[in-house]
């Protein structure tokens, strides 16, 4: 839960604080950490061609049309690639000669944060003019669509889990334009993708 204390003067219109502090909780969850994991046991070094996995993209659930879509899934496939790339890895002639598979999930969930705004109260650190009087509180909460990205690396002799990087965003809205999804696409996945190989 988010706590956010608003002092304001008594003309202040409320549903202008409501926006506020909304905006506040929303920017607050746009990101998390990259969260990454890997089998320490493994010779990254060994690793220098990859595949796709079949499936190459997932999509959970599979009938969010925001998100599952060919032209995610196109978007998604060449951030990888690029990414892998950069970073050494070869993306191998055939399937028999790849060292790694490589699948991303898409996960679309909705999300709700709790918000509490305080009005007024006493004269303190604010300084003369931000209300007095009695001071009090509204809360409500807030629904927000989130995209994880996750991104699994599978040693393809034994197909166990070698690598795996996810990140949280706040999902983009119908009215962003197809060049800020595919920027939001390869950011995320460059981040998630920076800490391969381990170190």
């Known amino acids: 839960m988010l706590y956010v204390q608003r002092p304001t ?51 959970t659930p599979r009938d969010d049309p925001r998100v599952s879509s060919d032209l995610t899934s196109q978007r998604l496939r060449q951030a990888v690639r690029d990414e892998l790339d950069a970073r050494g890895l070869r993306l191998a002639a055939n399937d028999q000669t790849a060292d790694l598979r490589v699948q991303v999930d898409v996960i679309s969930e909705v999300e709700e944060d709790q918000v509490t705004t305080t009005f007024g109260g006493s004269i303190g650190y604010w300084g003369w003019g931000w209300g007095g009087g009695p001071a009090y509180t509204q809360s409500h909460s807030v629904d927000y669509q989130v995209l994880t990205l996750q991104v699994d690396l599978r040693d393809a002799d034994d197909g166990q889990l070698v690598w795996r990087g996810s990140e949280q965003e706040q999902l983009w809205d119908a009215a962003t334009p197809p060049v800020e999804r595919e920027r939001q696409i390869r950011d995320m996945v460059g981040r998630i993708l920076s800490g391969y190989p381990p170190s």
């Open 9 to 59: 003067s008594p003309a202040a219109p409320l549903h202008k604080l409501l926006l506020a502090s909304t905006l506040l909780v929303l920017t607050a969850c746009q990101t998390a950490p990259v969260e990454r994991d890997y089998d320490t046991s493994r010779d990254f070094t060994q690793y220098r061609t990859w595949s796709w996995a079949e499936p190459a993209v997932t999509f």
